[in-house]
Every structure is written in C-alpha cells, then in structure tokens.
C-alpha cells in the first residue's frame, strides 16, 4: 500500500479507495496471505483485444508460423508495454501428442524468461532492476517460477551482463519445470528501439545445447522481417492505454 502511493503520490486513504476499485472491477486483487496487491489478467487480456483490432498479430503470423515449421517447437512474441512485456502472437510448431502448450495468458516474469531476460539486457542496468522488482524478483508471493530461477539483484546483474554480447536470453528451467527457451529483441526499423522479443521454447529432453544455434539463427533472422512490418507508431504505449 505505501509503495504505491508514494508511486501514485496519493495518501494511504485515496490509494486504499483506487485498489478498492480496481479490485471490485476484478482489475487487481489482495493476496490472503501478504496482503499484497496485484494486478489480474483482465488487464493484459484487454491489451491483446487492442492489438488484434489493429491487425498487428495478423501481420506478424506468417513470419511466426514459419519459424515455427522449422523448429518445430512453440514460438512465441511479444511486445514492450510501458514497463514489461505483453503477450501478441504464437505459433505452434510442435506435432500432436508432443507439444508444448504455454499459456498466452499469464503474466510474464521478467527476471526469469528468456523474453524477460532478453528485454532487461537491453535496457540500462539501473532501469532492468526496476523493471525485475517491479515484477517481484526477490518479494515474497512472486510468480512461481521455475527451480533455477534467479531471486536477488546479484543475480540479475550479471545475467544481463552476459546476455547483452550474446544476443539472445537463454533460460533453462527457470520459468517453469522441464523447460527450456531462447529469445531475441525485435528492434524497430526506425531508431533501433527494442519493441518487442520473439521466443523459441520446449521440453529439455528436446531442446538441447546442439539445437541453440540453429534456434538462434531462425530467431534472429525472423526478429530482421518483424522489424520491417513493425509499426511505427509505438503499440506498446497503446497497450498501456487500452488496458
């Protein structure tokens, strides 16, 4: 309650009465056991409502599906919404009975996928620490997340620091269990601004350390095409508004 409204520059009073409202419109909701405020999926879902009146996921499917073909694992994108990162469009590679079915709802923690790993390293050290505490690196009632997630600062730093030369974030379960994922930043055509991150993800026992060049190369030449039919105008900041 204090962090947010020192954030919001209100009192305790009127930030009590705006978590009151956002929770009665089911838009935030209270942890039972930390008390703890966080936002709900009615937020982010009305963002992918948005963008798809836009046409944008109808753009970029093509480049997806044909990413996805080639590796034949789930592909996913997504785009930079103020201070995280917004689910826009996927494509399953996989074949029946062997695929890999993330969820295109749920939030993505920043400080523990590859798409979160990949947006950080390329922003300011000083603003990825922001952005992972802000997402709940390190505060009790975080996101679950994988075994070998990272949970302090110390962590984080040097992550970054290792993922910005390499060109892609590379997670291997710290998302979730049993799964690995690559992803690299779609940069706009216009000034080079990272707007969004295109990830490769599945089981371990497929995903292995011989396929991460292959699923590199794909990555990195598909994130070039994104570039190119990218608006120009700024999507993310009118996730935010929609939303």
Known sequence: MSDIGAELELENGPAHRVLAQLCEQRRAEQDKHTSQYRLTLKLSLLGQRYL?????PGLVRPILDEVAAQCREP?????????????LASSQG????????????????????????VWLASTPNDRAIEYALGGGLGKAGARACGPKAINSIEQLIP????????GH?????????????????VQSLTDGTVVGTMSIAGPLMRVQPERYDDFYAL?????????????????????????
């Open 94 to 117: 996989a074949a029946p009975g062997l695929m890999y079915s993330p969820s295109m709802e749920s939030p993505i923690t920043l400080y523990a996928t590859a798409n979160g790993k």
């Open 219 to 243: 990555l990195k030449e598909a994130a070039s095409k994104l570039g190119a039919v990218w608006p120009r105008k700024s999507v993310g900041a009118n996730v935010s508004e929609a939303a």
């Open 159 to 166: 992550e970054s620091e290792l993922t910005r030369p390499r």
């Open 52 to 56: 798809h009146g836009l046409g944008l």
């Open 75 to 87: 592909v996913r994108l997504t785009v930079v919404s103020e201070v995280t990162l917004a689910w």
């Open 169 to 185: 974030g590379h997670v291997v379960e710290e998302a979730e269990p049993g799964v690995a994922a690559l992803a690299v930043p």
